[in-house]
């Protein structure tokens, strides 16, 4: 069946170093993709969104990237930090009625 | 801007009970969803509303659960009876109608033992 999943499980990252987040999905149909941070005991907190017909976008730290070819989209984060540590998620949403399906998570620990 | 509010923030129950969860979206937006995260999962979409119709409960167990959204606001989502395999946090989240920037409750952790 069609999915969205994360290349990594984990990954650990020294504070202030650059970190990427990768995420592949298979539906070619989805045309609008968030990532999400999830603290522990949190709900998903909306970090930045990409519609398909942009290929990078960028906000505060933070920067996504789409490559429609492959299917695959990133989060990359700058100078991380410590309150970065969290579980991220990418999610799309597919053409028709607004749903949104997210992939299983990478959980991201940020070494001071 | 007020978030989404959900309610109880933690619930445990036997198995075979019944347990109920509510939710108040963000005013003013349009859609409301009902997601279920296991443990070291991703959240699952439940079910979708936009007003108070159904938009998509294609992965919601209706033998036990069921949603509602009677005047378009508020929420409740039912387990009856619950199961131990439906532990998990219950996510409510809202958005506009073009589905941008859906935003998400703190959750319901539901444990049953």
């Known amino acids: 069946g069609e999915s969205v999943g994360l290349h990594l499980p984990t990954l650990s990252v020294q504070e202030g170093d650059n970190s990427i987040i990768n995420c592949a999905y298979s539906n070619s149909a989805s045309d609008y993709f968030i990532w999400y941070k999830q603290e522990s005991g949190k709900g998903p907190q909306f970090i930045i969104d990409?519609?398909?017909?942009?290929d990078k976008r960028q906000g505060q730290r933070v920067t996504v990237l789409l490559n429609k070819t492959v299917k695959h989209l990133s989060l990359q984060i700058a100078a991380t930090q410590p309150g970065d540590s969290a579980v991220y998620f990418c999610a799309e949403m597919r053409d028709t009625g607004n749903q949104f399906y997210f992939g299983t998570g990478t959980s991201l620990t940020v070494i001071p | 801007e007020a978030g989404v509010a959900q309610s109880p923030r933690y619930k445990i129950i036997e198995k075979r009970q019944s347990v109920a969860f509510w939710c108040n979206p963000i005013?003013?937006?349009?859609?409301l969803y009902w997601y279920q995260q296991i443990l070291g999962q991703g959240p699952k979409l439940l079910i979708q509303f936009q007003n108070n119709g159904v938009v998509d409960d294609s992965q919601l167990p209706k033998d036990r659960f069921s949603a509602e959204r009677l005047k378009g606001v508020d929420s409740t989502l039912k387990i009856q009876p619950a199961k131990l395999e439906d532990s998990a946090v219950y996510l409510c989240?809202?958005?506009?109608?073009?589905?941008?920037?859906?935003?998400f409750g703190q959750g319901t952790r539901l444990t049953v033992v």
């Open positions: 005013s003013g937006h349009a859609t």
């Open positions: 990409i519609r398909s017909n942009m």
């Open positions: 989240a809202s958005s506009n109608l073009l589905g941008t920037e859906a935003f």
